[in-house]
Every structure is written in structure tokens, then in C-alpha cells.
């Protein structure tokens, strides 16, 4: 088991884990709405194998990081296709939010794993402080930014997603977590949907905090606003993108569009949707490892 420990940005304190000791930094970053519990440990322990010291952390507004309840949220529809002018945080808060956890682990820099709006937090935070970034595995499809997720999101998944009812508690949690997971997922891959992880991430993440969807609403709220992504801001490292080829969220044209802008290779799985499935943690582990190793090659180059 891991211990949750704390790094601070202002006033928002932000829980993290570390997995493994000795290896290259790792930061994984996480998607919307959900702690960072929803990155499976054993994907994280096969990113140790791999070589990598790996740090996870609930994004604000979730987990055990900083909740902004005394800010009013506005409802999935509002908050999706109408941007408020005062979210209760900027977009940006996300990728300092992420730069505070490289301090708390005493980083002056590390490699990049997003998914999800975890993609979007990458680019924000490689825009902002390219120093702090070596390479970045860009995952599940999609970005943040306003302009362009609409165009790629498919809204029958997420009105799934957002208007089933579970019971509150533990175990509620766990089923909706289970029922969320298996829409996310390949549809051809379902016969490999691991029920028993999914429902044991949902019990512990409603541990850490009940789900929240005034939270939920929130991040949203933030991530619709703000400009155009920094892309010619961007550090001269290593990046590929990762996509799933059977995402039920969001259309593979998303990470297509995100290569191209980013000149990177992409690479989709068949029977991966948006999401992390087991039968791909070791490969995906691989993709990472291959993608740091060209940028310590790069540095020993240039040194």
C-alpha cells in the first residue's frame, strides 16, 4: 500500500502517491471528475517495472484534494455548451496544480502521462513550464480546450454517463464506477472487463470522497474556458499520442487532430477504449518507457 501525502498550491492542497523509489520520474495525470485512484495500481506498478519512480494525484475537486463546495455549480448542460465568464478556478490551476506536485517530490523535472483531460493538463503544463517536462504520453483520446472537444465528444456516452442514479454509499459508488468503466470500454472488449477492479476502485475512491457531481461541474466549468492551446509554446521533447481505437467518448478523428497540431506520432490499440484496460498495462508501459528512453538519448546528445 502506498501513503497518501500532500503538496500545496496556495491555499488547495493536492494528494498524491508515490510508486517505486530508484526510477525516472514519472507524473501521471489523471482524467475529469474522477481521483486519481482510477488509475489502476497495477498499471502503476507495471510503469515501476518499467523503470519509472510514478507519482499519481487527485486533481483538485477530487479525491482528497481541495473541494470548492462554497462555489455554485452550474448544471452538466450549462456548463458544457454555455462557458462561464467566472469559473471558480482557471484551467491553468490544473497544470500548477501538477507543477506543485513535481515540488513536493523534489522534481525538477519529469516525464508526462495524461489521460483523458489529463492530456489537456500535459499540454497546459508543458506550455507553462516547458523546463519541468521530458516527454509526454498524451492518452484516451481528445483534449480539453473549448473550442475543440465538442466536436469530437459523442454526447450519447456522456448523457449515459451523467443521468444514471446510483444509491448513495460505498457500494453504490462501486456499482456506478463498475457501470461507467464498462461505457468507457471497448465494446469489443467487454468479455475482458475486469468487474471486480472496477468495483473495488469505486469503494475506495468513495473512501477518499463520496462522488461529487457539483465537482464534476466544476472542473468542467474551468476546462471550457481560457484560450487557445499554446502549441507553438511547446518544448522540443519527445511526444506520441495513444488512442484507443474503440473509444466510445470521443471519435479517433480527436487524436488524429491532436498529432497533427502536435506533429507526433499516434498509435491506436484496437479493444482499448477511453480508458486504462488491464490486458494493455504492460504495452502501454512499454510505449512510455520507449518514448523516455529517446528523450535521455536526446539529452546525452545534446549534452
Known sequence: MTTVQYAHHGDVRIAYERFGHDGEPLLLLGGHGRPSTWIPDGFCHALVDAGFTVVRFDNRDSGLSTHFDQHTAAGYVSAILRPTRRPPYPVTAFADDAAAVLDANDWPSAHLAGGSMGVGIALLLASRAPERVR?????????????????????????????????????????????????????????????????????????????????????IAAGRTGDPWPFDRLPGVPIQVINGLDDPMIRATGGLDLARRLRAPIRFYPDMGHDLPRHLWGTLAADIRALASRSAEGTRQAA
Open 135 to 219: 516527454s509526454m504520453t498524451l492518452l484516451t483520446g481528445g483534449y480539453m480546450h473549448k473550442h475543440r472537444i465538442l466536436r469530437y465528444t459523442r454526447f450519447q456516452v456522456l448523457r449515459g454517463i451523467v443521468g444514471r442514479r446510483f444509491p448513495p454509499g460505498a457500494d453504490g459508488e462501486a456499482e456506478m464506477t463498475v457501470a461507467v468503466m464498462r461505457m468507457l470500454a471497448s465494446p469489443h472488449a467487454l468479455d475482458r472487463f475486469d468487474d471486480e477492479l472496477a468495483r473495488d476502485i469505486g469503494r475506495r475512491s468513495h473512501a477518499r470522497h463520496p462522488h461529487d457531481p457539483a465537482a464534476d461541474r466544476r472542473q
